[in-house]
Structures are given as structure tokens and as C-alpha cells.
């Protein structure tokens, strides 16, 4: 069965870190462009980040020089080193794979919660 | 990275037809025949409707389409049935391998 699931979500400390971590099987993971997509509570979903299968990286403003996106092509896994949290960053986090620069498959997403 | 404009919400019977609006700019919608949509029931993860402006992915029925014109693209769903009621959310890839979503529209089968 084809699937993405994330894990590592919880609750941390604005100014703290947190890494999250998406899982995929039943597909050729290293040839599969990957992001991160999140939604905050009761709104709608913002991109936040993107990792080709060439390992070229690009972020969306709100997270450029906190957060970092990696992946394992051995371990069939995705990353999200998330440094310097805020409140607003407060969100859902699905990991997402791209073709004809759309998201066709999606996790069922980890719960990132920012707060003291 | 401003959101793409849609209307908060929509509504219309079942076997109606309804048209979802998705307004960017030049730099996005515009530019780019990349515009996806999106479906999202309560508590899911979202689901590819439509990409390539008017594509359907394998399984989704024929009765999503979509459509753009300028800087506004469209998602109309057909003879609408109960189980389409969901939040709806555009998407387009705005160059520089990055993308911008829509606000999202929520779409009530009265």
C-alpha cells in the first residue's frame, strides 16, 4: 500500500525545536520530489517547504533560516528540523509528494503545538 | 507569498452545480497552468481533485472540472452530492519551486 506517515509532532516551548519525520512505503521514495504543507487550527493550508529527488531545497518566507527540510532515500524518510518555533507556527504538518507540481499524495499528519 | 482569493464559503442543493473562484496574481495564477485543487473533510488529510488547471487524477469523479482565465481559476462540481460537502482549497505553483494555497472555500450540500 502506498503511504506517507508523519510522526514527532507534540508540544514545545516557543524558541524550542522540534524534528519531525515522515515515513513512506510502497513507493520508489528516492525518485519522489517531497514537501511540507501545514494547517493551523481552523484555517486554511500554507506550503512550507520542498526537497527534490536532486536534493535542490527551497522554504516559503515564514520559515526560511528557522526550519530545514532533509531526506533518507536508504530510510525512505523525510525530515523537518524546526529551530526557533513560534506560536504561529502552531499547526498540523503533512508531509506531501509533488508531480505535475501538485500534491497527489498526502500523510495523515503530526500535531505541532507551540505554546508555554 | 500572498494567499490566493477564494469565497469562505458556498452552498447549493444536491443535483446542483456550483463554481468555487481562485483569484491570484500575475506572478501565479497568471503565469503558471499549474493550478491544483483540493478537497478536505473534517479531520482528513486533503485529497488531489483536480491539478494542471483541469486534469483529473485517476479514481475522482467526472464531475469535478476545472478551468482558468487570467489570474482566476475555477473548480465547479456537478450534480452535487452529500458526500462532496468539504472545505475546498486552490493551489498554484508560483515559479521558484514554491507554491501558494488558496484561503479555502467550505461547500455546504443544503
Known amino acids: 500500500e502506498v503511504q506517507l506517515v508523519e510522526s514527532g509532532g507534540g508540544l514545545v516551548q516557543p524558541g524550542g525545536s522540534l524534528r519531525l519525520s515522515c515515513a513512506a512505503s510502497g513507493v520508489t521514495f528516492s525518485t519522489y520530489h517531497m514537501n511540507w504543507v501545514r494547517q493551523a487550527p481552523g484555517k486554511g493550508l500554507e506550503w512550507v517547504s520542498y526537497?527534490?529527488?536532486?536534493?535542490?531545497?527551497y522554504y516559503a518566507d515564514s520559515v526560511k533560516g528557522r526550519f530545514a527540510i532533509s531526506r533518507d532515500n536508504a530510510k525512505n524518510s523525510l525530515y523537518l528540523q524546526m529551530n526557533s518555533l513560534r506560536d504561529e507556527d502552531t499547526a498540523v504538518y503533512y508531509c506531501?509528494?509533488?508531480?505535475?507540481?501538485?500534491?497527489?499524495?498526502w500523510g495523515q499528519g503530526t500535531m505541532v503545538t507551540v505554546s508555554s | 507569498q500572498s494567499a490566493l482569493t477564494q469565497p469562505a464559503s458556498v452552498s447549493g442543493s444536491p443535483g446542483q452545480s456550483i463554481t468555487i473562484s481562485c483569484t491570484g496574481t500575475?506572478?501565479?495564477?497568471?503565469?503558471?497552468?499549474?493550478v491544483s485543487w483540493y478537497q478536505q473533510h473534517p479531520d482528513k488529510a486533503p485529497k488531489l481533485m483536480i491539478y494542471?488547471?483541469?486534469k483529473r487524477p485517476s479514481g475522482v469523479s467526472n464531475r469535478f472540472s476545472g478551468s482558468k482565465s487570467g489570474n482566476t481559476a475555477s473548480l465547479t462540481i456537478s450534480g452535487l452530492q452529500a458526500e462532496d460537502e468539504a472545505d475546498y482549497y486552490c493551489c498554484s505553483y508560483a515559479g521558484s519551486l514554491t507554491w501558494v494555497f488558496g484561503g479555502g472555500t467550505q461547500l455546504t450540500v443544503l
Open positions: 506531501a509528494s509533488d508531480r505535475d507540481y501538485a500534491f497527489h499524495l
Open positions: 526537497i527534490g529527488s536532486g536534493y535542490n531545497i
Open positions: 494542471e488547471v483541469y
Open positions: 500575475s506572478s501565479d495564477v497568471g503565469s503558471y497552468n499549474f
